[in-house]
């Protein structure tokens, strides 16, 4: 194997069979030894968090599978943290792609004029960002894509008709066990001219409440494991 790519909580290998191997770490984003997802550094190590976020991808990536839906998935090793993927490239510099079911966030920071905290979205509200952290993640619209000659306008109409699937799924997986799904992150890529998830579906790109109360991503993935 031949390392590719050193990420943060990633490490990315090419295969002999022309996939590519993801290799999960214990290592977070944070501050001051918090963790937190929406940092852009890492800022702390849990032991057995990488292995815990594979498994939790493995859950999700097979229920899209059974519902029909392509992504990069290919299988995994729990033991050995890792997981086999289609080749893809991004969109750009990379994309993140935003479904938001309730308004929260920097939602509500950019339009708290227009909307209140907790707002539900009818139908889900999908919202794309540049990968830029100098620039704090900018806002583009499909045309903005499609003028840079990023995206096309049928690309990102894919890209989000699978986002509003995608993010249903798991919002129902999750009201399963008692708990609310708020808003998720996405990356896509593609793979021969066709747009398919990649990276991972972990509780660290999702915010969801029980009961009214945010759940920390460590204790959110305890429970989607161990239902």
Not at 34 to 59: K, M, W, Y
Not at 122 to 134: L, M, R, S
Not at 164 to 176: F, N, P, R
């Amino acid at each position: 194997m031949e390392k590719i790519y050193v990420g943060k909580t990633k490490d990315v290998f090419s295969l002999d069979n022309g996939n590519v191997l993801l290799k999960f770490k214990d290592d977070c984003t944070g501050k001051d030894g918090v963790f937190d997802p929406g940092e852009n550094s890492v800022g702390l190590t849990i032991e057995g968090i990488g292995r815990a976020n594979l498994q939790t991808s493995i859950h999700y990536f097979e229920l899209l599978k059974k519902a029909g839906i392509k992504t990069h998935y290919v299988s995994a090793n729990v033991e050995e943290a890792t997981m086999e993927v289609l080749p893809a490239k991004v969109f750009g510099h990379g994309l993140e792609v935003i479904c938001r079911l309730v308004a929260t966030g920097s939602f509500i920071r950019r339009y708290e004029e227009y909307i209140a905290d907790g707002t539900v979205l009818e139908g889900g509200y999908v919202e794309c960002t540049f990968k830029n952290d100098a620039k704090g993640d900018p806002l583009v619209t499909s045309e903005g894509l499609a003028a840079l000659g990023i995206m096309s306008k049928e690309m990102f109409e894919s890209m989000k008709e699978q986002t509003l699937k995608i993010t249903k799924i798991v919002a129902e997986d999750l009201k399963s066990i008692g708990l609310d799904l708020w808003d998720i992150k996405f990356e896509f890529g593609y793979n021969n001219d066709e747009v398919i998830l990649i990276d991972e579906i972990a509780s660290g790109n999702m915010r969801v409440y029980k009961d009214g109360v945010i759940v920390d991503p460590v204790e959110l993935t305890s429970l989607i494991l161990n239902r």
